[in-house]
């Protein structure tokens, strides 16, 4: 099995979560890439995982959230 962590992405469905666009800033300034994510850049690494590239892959799991999980353990 292999899982794929995710952060916000520019979705019509991040626009409705979060409508406030100070709110929506906060969660920007959340992320150390200080921005959202666009939906290929989780769509290409999602799609890494479906192709015969990662067959050999097992067990991992990718983190794909413009370094939140990393500022975190660090402390922040």
Known sequence: AVTVSLSSVELPATERAIPDEKMMQATIESIPLKRIADPIE?????AFFLSQDSSFVTGASLVVDGG???????GH
């Open 68 to 74: 939140k999980t990393a500022d975190l353990n660090a």
């Open 42 to 46: 989780l769509a290409k690494p999602i």
